[in-house]
C-alpha cells in the first residue's frame, strides 16, 4: 500500500483527479486487483510450449472402443494442449474448483492462500479467468459446463462466468445437499452453518435457444386436470380432445423423463406437459412408447428442464465413503463430490457425449461416466486433468528420507486418481473382502510436459515436430502403434479402422517409402506432415484414398500463440523502454519518423494493456490481434475510454501508422512530440506505471 501521508499535496491532487477518472470510466461488474504476483505455471507458456508425454505401462483396455484419457500435470498447462486436440469438440465440462476457505484448499504459486491473505479473492479470481478462457472454446455449439462452488465464492464466480462465458448463456443454478450432519467442532463451527452447495450452469449458445437434452417417455401415466384448448396430440391409445376454454376435466396422459432407471424419473411437471400438448409437440405412435419428438422434425430434440435442487445427490461424505472403500484411504480429502452427484448430471445428455474434467481431483466424474456407460451400453468419453499435488505430505515423506521422485508417487494423480479408475474399470475387492465387478472401458496416461522456445523460430518447429505425436494421438484418439521409423510413426485404433500417420522427416527423403506403407491400409487415414512454411502439397497422395491431411506444427504455434497473447498480461517495463527510446529520439535527436515510428509500437500496447486490465478481448476469433482503431473504438463502447481520449488516440494512431509506412510529409516534430505528450497522459491516467 502506498504512503500517503509522505505524498505532497500537489502529489496527492493529481492521484484524486486520477482516481475520478477512473470512476468515470467504470461500469457494473466485476472488478479486482491486478495479479501482483502471476502464476509461475501461466508464465511458463511465455518461453515453453506445453506438448504430452505419454505414460507407457498404464495403459487399460477392457474393450474396442475409443479410449478415455487422463492427464498428470498443471490444468492451465493441459487446457492449453487441448485448445489444439478438442477446440469445439466437448459436449460437457464438469469442475470442482478450490472454494477458497482459507483452510488449505487452494494453491498459488505452490503456496496455500490462507484466510489472512488480502489478496485471496483476487488470486483466485484470476486463477479462475485464465482456465475459463481456455475452457470456453473447447466447448461445442451445444456445450454445457457445471462448475461447482459454495458460498464463499459463489457471487463472484457468477460474476466472472458472466463476462467469460456471457450473462445471457446462464442457464441457472443447481443444488444439492452436501453435508446431512451438523457440527460444533474446529474449522466447520459456525453460527450459521451452510449445508448446501451450488453449481452454476453455462452454455455456448443463448439460454432461450438451447435444446441439448433427450426426452425419453417414461412409461408412467397420471391424471391431471386441466383447463383450456388441449390441442391435437396422440399418446398410447387415447385421443386428446377439445374440453373448451372455461370447461374444467381430468385427462390422462404420460409422464416424461430421462432414461428410466430403476423407477427413479426426472419428471416433465405439469405446466412443461401443457405447453408441449398445446404446441403439439408431444406423438407417441401406435401405442408404442417412443422417444419423444417434435412431430415436423424427428431428428431434433425437446428441451426439458432441470430441477433447481437435486433431490438424490447424495452427500460429500458419502462420496468419501466411497473413494475410501475404493482406494482403502481417502488421501486426505476431506471431502469428494458423490457420484450420484454426476449422474444426475450427466444423465441429462446423450450417450455418446465427450466430458471434461480439468479439476479432476479424486476422479468422481470419470467414474460416473463409466458407471453410465455400463448401465445403458452407451459410449461416453472423459478426459480428466488433475496435478500431482502431495495434501502436505511432501515434509512427512522428506523426513522419512524418502527420494523426490519416490515422493511424486504419492501424489493425488498417481495415488488417488489414477488407482480409483483403474480400480472400478477392472474391479476391486472392498474393505468386507467382496468382489466389485468391473465397470470397463479403457484408459490412456498422460503427463503434461514443457518444450523450451529457441531463438530460431525454424528450430522452434522442428523441436514442436518432434514433440507433438503424442498430442495428435490425443487428437485423433489413435493410440497403438503400427510401424516406426526414423521419419515416421502409423498408428491404428481399437477397431483397426482408422489411422494417424505422422511425418516429421526434416532431411532425408523417405516419403515414398512413407506413402507405400499408407497405400496398404484400408480405412480413413489422417495424415500429419511436417512443413516449414505451413503448407502440405496434397497431391503427393495421389492415388490413397479416404484421407486427410494438415500440416504441423504452424496451427499448433498459432494457437499457443494466440493463448499467451489472451492469458500473459503485456509487461508495463516493455512499454516503458520503447517509451524512453521514443523520448531521446523525439526531444533529444529530434528524429520526428523514428520517434513517431516507436510511439506507434508503445500506443498500441498501451491500449491492449488497458484492455487487458478490464476484460477485453485483444484477439479476434481467427487468433489474430485485433486492429488497433478497432480495438480503440471497443474501449470507448465499454465506456472505458472517454470521447477526448478516443479522438485523440484515433489521431496518433493515424500518424503513427504514416511513420511506420514512410509517409513522413503527413506530419511534423511538433506533432511526434504531442504524440509523446499524449501516450504519458493516457499513461498516467489509465495507472500503468
Given at each position: ?126 486463477f479462475m479467468e485464465k482456465r475459463l478462457n481456455l ?360 477397431k483397426k479402422d482408422r489411422f494417424l500417420c505422422v ?187
Amino acid at each position: 500500500m502506498k504512503d500517503y501521508f509522505n505524498l505532497s499535496k500537489e502529489d496527492l491532487l493529481k492521484l484524486i483527479e486520477k482516481q475520478e477518472e477512473e470512476l468515470k470510466s467504470k461500469k457494473y461488474g466485476l472488478f479486482w486487483d491486478a495479479e501482483r504476483e502471476p502464476e509461475q505455471v501461466v508464465l511458463d507458456c511465455e518461453n515453453n510450449l506445453p506438448v504430452l508425454k505419454r505414460v507407457k505401462g498404464k495403459e487399460i483396455r477392457t474393450n474396442k472402443e475409443e479410449d478415455n484419457i487422463l492427464i498428470e500435470g498443471d490444468n492451465y498447462h493441459a487446457l492449453t494442449v487441448l485448445n489444439y486436440t478438442h477446440k469445439e469438440k466437448i459436449d460437457v465440462i464438469y469442475i470442482d474448483p478450490p472454494y477458497n476457505t482459507g483452510n488449505n484448499d487452494f494453491v498459488y504459486n505452490d503456496r496455500y492462500v490462507d484466510k489472512e491473505d488480502g489478496f485471496r479473492h483476487s488470486k483466485w479470481l484470476n486463477f479462475m479467468e485464465k482456465r475459463l478462457n481456455l475452457a470456453k472454446d473447447l466447448l461445442k455449439e451445444t456445450g454445457v459446463i457445471f462448475i461447482s462452488i459454495d458460498d464463499n465464492e459463489a457471487a463472484q464466480l457468477k460474476m466472472l462466468c458472466d463476462r467469460i462465458l456471457g450473462e445471457e448463456n446462464y442457464y441457472g443454478c443447481l443444488t444439492w445437499v452436501k453435508r446431512t450432519k451438523s457440527t460444533n467442532s474446529g474449522k466447520a463451527k459456525k453460527m450459521v452453518q451452510q449445508k448446501i452447495e451450488y453449481v452454476h450452469v453455462y452454455g455456448i449458445k443463448n439460454r432461450e435457444e438451447f435444446e441439448g437434452f433427450e426426452m425419453i417417455y417414461s412409461g408412467i401415466e397420471k391424471s391431471y386436470p386441466h383447463e383450456g384448448k388441449l390441442g391435437k396430440c396422440r399418446f398410447e391409445n387415447l385421443e386428446a380432445t377439445d374440453y373448451g376454454r372455461k370447461k374444467r376435466d381430468t385427462m390422462k396422459f404420460p409422464i416424461l423423463g430421462i432414461k428410466p432407471r430403476q423407477g427413479k424419473r426426472w419428471q416433465v411437471g405439469l405446466e412443461e406437459a401443457n405447453r408441449l400438448i398445446e404446441n403439439d409437440r408431444i406423438e407417441i405412435v401406435g401405442g408404442v412408447p417412443k422417444r419423444v419428438f417434435y412431430p415436423e422434425d424427428e431428428d431434433s430434440e425437446s428441451f426439458i428442464p432441470f430441477w433447481s435442487h437435486l433431490e438424490d445427490a447424495k452427500s460429500a461424505e458419502d462420496g468419501k465413503k466411497q473413494l475410501g472403500e475404493i482406494i482403502g484411504f481417502n488421501h486426505g480429502f476431506d471431502t469428494v463430490k458423490p457420484i450420484n452427484l454426476l449422474l444426475i448430471i450427466l444423465r441429462r445428455f446423450k450417450n455418446n457425449v465427450t466430458v471434461l474434467d480439468f479439476m479432476a481431483g479424486s476422479g468422481t466424474t470419470g467414474h460416473a461416466v463409466l458407471d453410465l456407460n455400463k448401465e445403458d451400453g452407451g459410449n461416453r468419453k472423459f478426459i480428466l486433468c488433475t496435478n500431482n499435488e502431495l495434501n502436505g505430505l511432501a515434509k512427512e515423506l522428506r523426513e522419512k528420507g524418502m527420494s523426490e521422485k519416490e515422493i511424486e508417487e504419492y501424489g493425488i494423480c498417481r495415488r488417488v486418481t489414477y488407482p480409483r479408475l483403474e480400480k472400478v474399470i477392472n474391479g476391486y475387492k472392498n474393505p468386507k473382502g467382496e468382489k466389485v465387478a468391473g465397470l470397463g472401458g479403457n484408459l490412456q496416461y498422460f503427463r503434461t510436459d514443457l518444450i523450451k522456445k529457441a531463438k530460431n523460430k525454424d528450430q522452434v518447429r522442428i523441436d514442436l515436430t518432434q514433440k507433438c505425436t503424442e498430442m495428435l494421438c490425443v487428437k485423433e484418439n489413435i493410440f497403438n502403434l503400427s510401424i516406426e521409423d526414423e521419419d515416421y510413426k502409423i498408428f491404428t485404433s481399437n477397431k483397426k479402422d482408422r489411422f494417424l500417420c505422422v511425418y516429421f522427416n526434416f532431411q532425408d527423403d523417405s516419403f515414398e517409402k512413407f506413402l507405400r506403407e499408407i497405400k496398404k491400409l484400408s480405412g480413413k487415414k489422417t495424415i500429419y506432415m511436417f512443413s516449414i512454411d505451413g503448407k502440405v502439397d496434397s497431391s503427393l497422395f495421389a492415388g490413397v484414398d479416404d484421407f486427410t491431411i494438415e500440416e504441423i506444427p504452424q496451427k499448433i504455434v498459432d494457437i499457443y500463440r494466440r493463448l499467451v497473447k489472451m492469458n500473459i498480461p503485456i509487461k508495463s517495463d516493455h512499454i516503458f523502454s520503447d517509451f524512453i527510446k521514443a523520448k531521446e529520439c523525439v526531444f533529444v535527436k529530434q528524429e520526428k519518423d523514428e520517434g513517431a515510428r516507436i510511439l506507434r509500437i508503445v500506443i498500441e500496447k498501451v491500449i491492449q494493456k488497458i484492455a487487458q486490465n478490464n476484460g477485453v478481448n485483444i484477439l479476434k476469433n481467427n487468433t489474430k490481434e485485433e486492429k488497433l482503431t478497432i480495438l480503440n473504438d471497443k474501449l470507448k463502447g465499454e465506456n472505458i475510454f472517454s470521447k477526448v481520449d478516443w479522438e485523440e488516440n484515433k489521431t496518433y494512431i493515424a500518424i503513427g501508422n504514416h511513420a511506420a509506412h514512410g509517409e513522413y510529409s503527413e506530419y511534423d516534430l511538433k506533432n511526434a512530440e504531442n504524440f509523446y505528450q499524449h501516450v504519458q497522459k493516457i499513461i498516467e491516467r489509465y495507472n500503468l506505471q
